[in-house]
Each structure stands twice: as C-alpha cells, then as structure tokens.
C-alpha cells in the first residue's frame, strides 16, 4: 500500500504547480488530487472578476497544465467570485505512484 508520506510525496508537486500558477487575489478553499488521472479539484474565491479572469488564463498557459474546466462561479453581492476547477496536468509531471523516479549513483 501507499503510506501517507510517500501519497504526500507524490502530491507535492502538485501543491508547487499550484503555488506557482496562483495569483495573488484567488484563494482556495479546497483541495483534491487524483493522481491516476492526475486532476487537480479545487474550489476558489477570487476578490474581483478580473482576479477570476486573469487567475482562468494564468492556468491555461501554464505549460504543466494539460486542461482546465471551471463551473459554478458564483458573483456574490461583495463583488467576490467563488468557483470550481478542475486542472489536468500534462503527463510526466507528477512521477506516477508505483514508479521509482531516483537515481541512485
């Protein structure tokens, strides 16, 4: 079986893709990765529509992410937008579960 370090070994590049494609105005409120399909499933508040606009094309050109699908965005009366995404990553990014990537000397 997997043990819980070696499932968070393998998610943490996930969490580094994620840090880096994040603009500073969305936040996450959850979090999901499969990686047998390698998605990502998260919900997010943006401050302004324009944080969720720019935060939607940052993801799509980023070159680890294969796909990008969003729905229930929500405007609240606070000007804020709550949505979920779900990101595919590119094959190769994330070192397969099962599979032993080191090289040892």
């Keep these: 079986g997997i043990t819980l370090l070696n499932a968070h070994t393998r998610s943490s590049p996930a969490f580094d ?22 998605v990502m499933t998260l919900s997010a508040v943006a401050k302004t529509d324009r944080a969720f606009a720019e935060q939607l094309v940052g993801f799509r050109q980023n070159p680890n992410i294969e796909k990008v699908e969003f729905d229930n965005m929500q405007l609240s009366k606070d000007k804020t937008v709550s949505f979920s995404i779900e990101l595919t990553l590119k094959e190769n990014v994330i070192p397969k579960i099962g599979t032993n990537n080191s090289q040892n000397p």
């Design 17 to 38: 893709i994620l840090e880096r494609a994040t603009t500073p105005d969305v936040r996450y409120t959850s979090f999901g990765y499969e990686p047998l399909t390698r």
